[in-house]
T-cell receptor
């Protein structure tokens, strides 16, 4: 069964600090891995998307890495801001049925002043 | 910017009612999706559509149906609403091609009393 596990479940950091969120998956065959940010009461917004051949992708202060051999990804947030407080969701798509991606349960990040 | 619009942010209905949730996207995307999001369970796929009048079951289609008569509009129907269908419903669209991000609406929080 395809699974995506995210850790930690929740995280509290001080404004200006860096943090790293983890995503481990068992989805196979692999097509792509996406990170989304979901603010409270809003829909998820895409941060990065990586295919098998990509091992890092940046979007401003967000940098995602992918190790397709160990089936692990991380999302690193640099110099956190209060607006980074959100849920971060890892999504992995197989290289088969294009519609059935597997979603992680998300990591809830709280940035405090 | 891609815009995915869901007709209602909040909706309250009674058990047994037929409920329609509407979703419209403005970017001519081929693929559209309906998810529900519950605490601790992440996003779960209900139905998706890869073309007009085409639909595929997701992971939890029971108690739901969908309609896609026009490319830009994807409707989710609860045939006879039940209390266990109280949830946040998210619609998404995606262009053709597997390695593209999904674009989400802001969700409809549906309560069934």
């Amino acid at each position: 069964k395809n699974q995506v596990e995210q850790s930690p479940q929740s995280l509290i950091i001080l404004e200006g600090k860096n943090c790293t969120l983890q995503c481990n998956y068992t989805v196979s065959p692999f097509s792509n891995l996406r990170w989304y940010k979901q603010d409270t009461g809003r829909g998820p917004v895409s941060l990065t998307i990586m295919t098998f051949s990509e091992n890092t992708k940046s979007n401003g202060r967000y940098t995602a890495t992918l190790d397709a051999d160990t089936k692990q990804s991380s999302l690193h947030i640099t110099a956190s801001q209060l607006s980074d407080s959100a849920s971060y969701i890892c999504v992995v798509s197989p290289n088969t049925n294009a519609g059935k991606s597997t979603f992680g349960d998300g990591t809830t990040l709280t940035v405090k002043p | 910017d891609v815009k995915v619009t869901q007709s209602s942010r909040y909706l309250v209905k009674r058990t047994g009612e037929k409920v329609f949730l509407e979703c419209v996207q403005d970017m001519d995307h081929e693929n559209m999706f309906w998810y529900r999001q519950d605490p601790g369970l992440g996003l779960r796929l209900i139905y998706f559509s890869y073309d007009v009048k085409m639909k595929e079951k997701g992971d939890i289609p029971e108690g739901y149906s969908v309609s896609r008569e026009k490319k830009e509009r994807f409707s989710l129907i609860l045939e006879s609403a039940s209390t266990n269908q109280t949830s946040m419903y998210l619609c998404a669209s995606r262009p053709g091609g597997r390695n593209q991000p999904q674009h989400f609406g802001d969700g409809t929080r549906l309560s069934i009393l």
